[in-house]
């Protein structure tokens, strides 16, 4: 009697736990607005389970060096998190994790959000691309950057200089500023390239007006917001943000941390 052995390539892995990698992402994504450390943000065990996942699933993210874990060790009265850095797959009821260096190169552009329905974006690894599917799975969890308002200690607003003004290039599906590269899509990403090419259009101004076609089935503000938080998601270098500008019928972006390298 022959035995079947199941077995799943890392993308199909990579597909299933991406609700795990999107918390983690989002979890980055806030630290890095607020100027904090990385394991300020970090996520407990406990609410990565209660998404639906088991230890398995965090111990692979570990073993394949996709996450950074450890036991929180905070006291009352302590000025920030701190945490005993867990070299094994061993997790505790304290444990706490945080994506790696290695994990945000590997899964740089992940699905989009329910704004980018016919989009899939590809993520560009340093050990291979990933594939991915399009999931509205990610909406209900997802927490409007887009409305956060700015700080001027860590956004600036864009320069009139063209030299100083992020690039899109449309065929590369490629953004990028002084070199270096923002988002790249391996697939199309409808959206998020039409914002894209607005901006790049017009010359980078601070703001466009929603340049997103009519869709009867779709609210409006929520898609032009969704697609907001999509161009803010999983950047390789967080160098802008994007934000909306209060009604919803338009888009701003701003430089992150004051990165003018070409100024």
């Known amino acids: 009697m022959?035995?079947?052995?199941?077995?799943?390539?890392?993308?199909?892995?990579?597909?299933?736990?991406?609700?795990?990698?999107?918390?983690?992402?989002?979890?980055?994504?806030?630290?890095?607005?607020?100027?904090?450390?990385?394991?300020?943000?970090?996520?407990?065990?406990?609410e990565l389970i209660a998404l639906g996942f088991s230890e398995s699933d965090l111990r692979w993210l570990a073993h394949q060096r996709f996450v950074e874990h450890g036991r929180e060790i905070t006291e009352d009265g302590d000025g920030e998190r701190k945490f005993r850095p867990t070299k094994n797959l061993s997790f505790s009821q304290d444990t706490c994790f945080v994506i790696s260096d290695?994990?945000?190169?590997?899964?740089?552009?992940?699905?989009?959000?329910p704004g980018d329905t016919t989009s899939v974006a590809g993520p560009i690894g340093v050990a291979g691309p990933i594939a991915d599917v399009a999931s509205d799975s990610l909406a209900d969890d997802t927490v409007d950057q887009s409305s956060a308002p700015p700080?001027?200690?860590?956004?600036?607003?864009?320069?009139?200089?063209?030299?100083?003004?992020?690039?899109w290039d449309a065929e590369t599906r490629e953004l990028s500023f002084s070199g270096r590269v923002i988002k790249q899509f391996k697939?199309?990403?409808?959206?998020?390239?039409?914002?894209?090419?607005?901006?790049?259009?017009?010359?980078?101004?601070?703001v466009v007006d929603d340049p997103l076609p009519p869709n009867d089935e779709q609210d409006p503000k929520r898609r032009l917001q969704d697609t907001i938080k999509s161009l803010n998601r999983n950047q390789c270098n967080a160098l802008l943000r994007f934000h909306g500008n209060g009604t919803g019928q338009a888009v701003r972006w701003k430089f992150v941390n004051g990165d003018r390298s070409s100024s």
């Open 187 to 206: 697939w199309r990403a409808a959206n998020q390239e039409i914002v894209l090419n607005a901006f790049q259009e017009e010359g980078w101004p601070s």
């Open 102 to 113: 290695f994990g945000v190169a590997q899964t740089c552009s992940l699905p989009n959000e």
């Open 2 to 46: 022959s035995v079947r052995v199941a077995k799943q390539t890392t993308e199909q892995i990579i597909v299933k736990l991406r609700p795990i990698i999107s918390s983690l992402l989002e979890a980055r994504d806030y630290a890095l607005q607020s100027g904090c450390e990385l394991w300020e943000f970090a996520i407990h065990i406990q």
């Open 151 to 167: 700080s001027s200690e860590c956004e600036q607003e864009p320069k009139s200089n063209g030299a100083s003004l992020p690039q």
